[in-house]
Protein backbone atom coordinates (compact mmCIF):
# COMPACT_ATOMS: atom_id res chain seq x y z
CA UNK A 1 0.00 0.00 0.00
CA UNK A 2 0.93 3.55 -0.98
CA UNK A 3 0.05 7.02 0.92
CA UNK A 4 -0.17 9.89 0.06
CA UNK A 5 -2.13 13.21 1.51
CA UNK A 6 -4.58 15.83 -0.59
CA UNK A 7 -5.59 19.04 0.61
CA UNK A 8 -9.39 19.93 0.67
CA UNK A 9 -11.42 22.88 1.57
CA UNK A 10 -14.57 22.67 3.19
CA UNK A 11 -17.51 25.15 4.03
CA UNK A 12 -19.24 23.05 6.72
CA UNK A 13 -21.08 24.70 9.16
CA UNK A 14 -20.70 27.49 7.15
CA UNK A 15 -16.76 28.20 8.20
CA UNK A 16 -14.31 28.40 5.28
CA UNK A 17 -11.73 25.68 6.95
CA UNK A 18 -9.48 23.08 5.20
CA UNK A 19 -8.41 19.40 5.82
CA UNK A 20 -5.34 17.17 4.83
CA UNK A 21 -7.06 13.58 3.66
CA UNK A 22 -4.19 10.57 3.91
CA UNK A 23 -5.60 8.68 1.03
CA UNK A 24 -4.48 4.64 0.77
CA UNK A 25 -3.89 3.17 -2.39
CA UNK A 26 -2.37 0.09 -4.16
CA UNK A 27 0.72 -0.02 -6.05
CA UNK A 28 0.32 1.14 -9.62
CA UNK A 29 1.58 -0.60 -12.92
CA UNK A 30 4.95 1.01 -14.21
CA UNK A 31 4.36 2.63 -17.11
CA UNK A 32 0.06 2.53 -16.86
CA UNK A 33 -1.42 6.03 -17.31
CA UNK A 34 -2.49 8.45 -14.61
CA UNK A 35 -5.43 7.26 -12.94
CA UNK A 36 -8.67 9.34 -13.57
CA UNK A 37 -10.11 11.77 -10.69
CA UNK A 38 -11.92 10.02 -7.54
CA UNK A 39 -14.55 10.57 -5.39
CA UNK A 40 -14.25 9.37 -1.85
CA UNK A 41 -16.64 10.39 1.04
CA UNK A 42 -14.84 11.78 4.04
CA UNK A 43 -16.47 12.69 7.15
CA UNK A 44 -15.63 16.43 8.65
CA UNK A 45 -14.28 16.17 12.20
CA UNK A 46 -15.51 20.09 12.57
CA UNK A 47 -18.86 19.36 12.12
CA UNK A 48 -19.32 15.07 11.49
CA UNK A 49 -21.17 16.24 8.01
CA UNK A 50 -20.46 13.82 5.06
CA UNK A 51 -18.62 15.33 2.27
CA UNK A 52 -16.99 14.58 -1.04
CA UNK A 53 -13.46 14.72 -1.89
CA UNK A 54 -12.60 14.80 -5.35
CA UNK A 55 -9.20 14.83 -6.37
CA UNK A 56 -6.50 14.00 -8.99
CA UNK A 57 -4.32 10.72 -7.68
CA UNK A 58 -0.44 11.21 -7.93
CA UNK A 59 0.98 9.22 -10.77
CA UNK A 60 1.90 5.64 -9.53
CA UNK A 61 -0.98 5.54 -7.29
CA UNK A 62 -3.87 2.66 -8.71
CA UNK A 63 -7.07 1.48 -6.91
CA UNK A 64 -8.95 1.06 -4.70
CA UNK A 65 -8.19 4.31 -2.98
CA UNK A 66 -9.42 4.15 1.08
CA UNK A 67 -9.32 7.39 3.37
CA UNK A 68 -7.02 6.33 6.17
CA UNK A 69 -7.27 10.07 8.30
CA UNK A 70 -8.62 13.06 8.53
CA UNK A 71 -7.14 16.22 10.10
Do not use: D, W
Not at 25 to 51: F, N
Request: glycine share 8%; net charge positive.
Amino acid sequence: MNNFEIEVSCNSGGTSHTHTIVVESSRGVHGASPPTKVRLQYTCPVTEEALMAIFQPPVGAARPFNIAKVK
